[in-house]
């Protein structure tokens, strides 16, 4: 069945589809509810010689321009269960499910693995591409394999976790752009993992609410993170954000000693590839924690993320992060480097 041009729009304004509510005008929009239609709609886009943009939830996503092609708004749906057993399972979800509604829906059957990663906003499909992580869990430990159109051999592909090359907010899909379209991720999931709840804050949750972590299940995890993301990080609902703005840099030893000298409180985490350091430290440090202008702002609880208070544009907040991260390299000799997908000149 060949798709219809009623599901074609054009000129169709992305604000209300990307959490930092920035105005910008799709020249062609598809919402993709059948797998089965993608390959006609890119080929569609490339007999145009249009660009393509998969939109998810729109949650790390900087649209500093309209864009000029095809968004494809991922709309695919499901969940099932494979391999069950006592102990472990499969959990096979489509690229467009909500990603906090899959984390809960697999706690809530009582498998572990997703709890740490509660509350992160955005789509299932996009979870890989930028390897998703907080409260000292990635995404990478827990996928069994992702599965994709490859736009470049024009085939479906199931691409297990060992090929998706994932590092810290990194993987495979990143390092070749456009290349793959995500349409569904398996997790491997389990009843017998241990809980992850080394990473401090979680340790102090549990402290002040005086829970034994061998009487905490993953359920019990879920809720701490949730606590802890509502108190320190804002509902893009309600203050639009993209989440951490910036990475946490990673430097050598070398850099590390020198600046620990000069900066006895420099928050840093051992790294495979040197030292990575908290750029929410930095940038607070440099006095940017709660900043606000006419239209965009730095979050007063947490600095490594970027508001858009009042109508501001996706080339707001780049100037915001661009003087943010003079002042950063200022100071501290280090550049710090965007985090979110920026669609538009401005993205060097
Ligand atoms: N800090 C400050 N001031 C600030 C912000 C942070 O001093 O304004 C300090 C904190 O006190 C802490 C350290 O910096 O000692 C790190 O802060 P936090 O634990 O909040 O984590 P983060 O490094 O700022 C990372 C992820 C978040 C994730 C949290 C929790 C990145 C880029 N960000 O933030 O991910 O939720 O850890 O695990 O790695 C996201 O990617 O969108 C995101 C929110």
Redesign the pocket.
């Known amino acids: 069945m060949t798709p219809s041009a009623k599901q074609l729009k054009t000129q169709v304004d992305l604000r209300s589809m990307n959490t930092l509510g920035v105005s910008a005008m799709a020249a062609w929009f598809v919402r993709l509810a059948r797998k089965d239609d993608l390959p006609y709609w890119l080929s569609w886009a490339r007999e145009k010689s249009l660009p393509v943009l998969i939109l998810g939830g729109g949650s790390n996503l900087v649209l500093a321009q309209d864009f000029p092609g095809l968004v494809i708004q991922m709309g695919l749906k499901g969940r099932c269960w494979e391999s069950v057993s006592q102990e472990s399972a499969i959990l096979d979800v489509a690229a467009g499910e909500n990603w906090h509604d899959t984390v809960m829906y697999s706690v809530d059957a009582g498998y572990g693995g997703l709890e740490n990663l509660a509350l992160i906003p955005g789509t299932v499909g996009a979870a890989p591409i930028q390897n998703?992580?907080?409260?000292g869990a990635e995404l990478g430990d827990v996928l069994a394999s992702v599965d994709v159109f490859d736009t470049q051999l024009g085939e479906w592909r199931r691409i297990a976790r060992q090929e998706c090359r994932f590092g810290y907010?990194d993987s495979l899909f990143k390092q070749e752009p456009g290349r793959y379209v995500v349409t569904g991720v398996r997790f491997g999931l389990s009843r017998q993992r241990p809980l992850n709840i080394a990473?401090r804050?979680l340790q102090q949750y549990f402290a002040q609410v005086q829970r034994e972590p061998s009487s905490l299940s993953g359920a019990d995890v879920a809720r701490a993170v949730i606590a802890i993301r509502h108190d320190?990080?804002p509902d893009p609902t309600r203050l639009p954000n993209v989440?951490?703005f910036?990475?946490?840099p990673i430097v050598s030893r070398a850099h590390y000693e020198k600046l620990s000298a000069s900066f006895p409180g420099l928050?840093s985490y051992p790294d495979p590839g040197g030292v990575k350091l908290?750029?929410?430290?930095m940038?607070?440090q440099c006095g940017w924690?709660g900043y606000r202008n006419t239209h965009v702002g730095v979050h007063a609880r947490?600095?490594?993320v970027l508001i858009n208070h009042a109508n501001g544009t996706g080339k707001d907040i780049l100037d915001l992060a661009r003087a943010i991260q003079a002042d950063v390299e200022k100071t501290f000799g280090v550049m710090l480097e965007i985090?979110p997908l920026v669609i538009g000149e401005d993205a060097a």
């Open positions: 998703i992580g907080a409260y907010r990473y804050d320190k990080l989440g951490s910036f990475k946490n928050v908290a750029a929410g430290w940038i607070d924690k947490q600095a490594l985090e």
